[in-house]
């Protein structure tokens, strides 16, 4: 399932590269395909499984806001 992750907080490219890592890493079942400085955003291919209280808990322990979730 395709969710595009709202967050707040980066500010360059090594932003990118840690939340890539941490999702890639936290979430066996998840894809990364794009991390938007710009928009603030990430979209992801994650399982069905994976719940918005997870995604919240990667952000918060990275110290980003994710602010929604379409």
Not at 2 to 29: P, V, W
């Amino acid at each position: 399932m395709r969710k595009k992750l709202h967050i707040n907080g980066m500010t360059n490219q090594n932003c990118i590269k840690h939340i890539t890592e941490a999702l890639s890493q936290d979430f066996y079942d998840l894809n990364v395909i794009e991390v938007n400085l710009d928009g603030r955003y990430a979209i992801v291919d994650a399982d069905e499984g994976i719940t918005n209280t997870q995604f919240k808990e990667v952000f918060d322990d990275l110290g980003y806001g994710l602010v929604g979730i379409e």
